[in-house]
């Protein structure tokens, strides 16, 4: 079945840094990738959705600026998020489509940050 | 509208027993909808999707109902597994996907 890592697994970064997340599908070309985060014991909340060569998409209460999306290939999707405070700490997930009549989204492992 | 944070609600079931966890959409207009299992520390994971032109699809140990009348959504597991432990979410898609607030499945040996 196709395959969607996410790398790092897990990051501890301090308070003011920016961390870079990335969404890699291994198998297949996405057209269409998306980001999700999670709190514990919640649902997930869309965030953004990313085609690649063009803008990402942002949902309502995102701030753009604070997390910036990066869909430069079929193949890989970037999240950065920048000046990360302690009420960043989530999980990130991301998720890819590989488009045509295809809906189903195939989704990564998840990266856990927690910022200090 | 959309998912909203919630603490999970749980179900306990024993194991061997059917397993039956109800989903409830909010937009008429999703066309696709999808059963999700997740892992505690992991991303979730597909199980089965529905169309909105059926009412019913069957995959192994699992059964997906769709009501649109009511837009009530279920998942039947069969014969549920200690592997079965974990929560569940629904998922619509109108023109994005939108998550349901899941469900824990606990299974009691």
């Known amino acids: 079945g196709a395959v969607v890592s996410q790398h790092p697994s897990w990051v501890i970064c301090k308070s003011g840094t920016s961390v870079k997340i990335e969404c890699r599908s291994l198998?297949?070309?996405?057209?269409?990738m998306f980001w999700y985060r999670q709190f514990p014991k919640q649902s997930l909340m869309l965030m953004a959705t990313?085609?690649?060569?063009?803008?990402?998409?942002?949902e309502q209460g995102v701030e753009k600026d604070k997390f910036l999306i990066n869909h430069a290939s079929l193949t890989l999707s970037t999240l950065t998020v920048t000046s990360a405070h302690p009420e960043d700490s989530s999980f990130y997930i991301c998720?890819?489509?590989?488009?045509?009549?295809?809906?189903?989204?195939?989704f990564g492992p998840g990266t856990r940050l927690t910022v200090t | 509208g959309e998912s909203v944070g919630l603490h999970l609600p749980t179900l306990s079931v024993q194991e061997g027993d059917n397993s039956i966890i109800n989903c409830a959409y909010s937009?008429?207009?999703?066309?696709?909808f999808i059963w999700y299992k997740q892992e505690s520390g992991k991303g979730p994971q597909f199980i089965i999707d529905i169309r909105s032109n059926m009412d019913k699809r069957q995959g192994q140990r699992v059964t997906v109902l769709l009501n649109k009348t009511v837009k009530h959504l279920s998942l039947q597991i069969a014969a549920t597994q200690p592997g079965d432990s974990a929560v569940y979410f629904c998922a619509e898609k109108p023109y994005k996907y939108i998550f349901g607030t899941g469900t824990r499945l606990k299974v009691l040996a």
């Open positions: 937009n008429s207009a999703s066309d696709y």
């Open positions: 198998d297949f070309q996405a057209t269409t």
């Open positions: 990313s085609n690649e060569g063009s803008k990402a998409t942002y």
């Open positions: 998720s890819a489509v590989s488009g045509g009549a295809s809906y189903e989204q195939y």
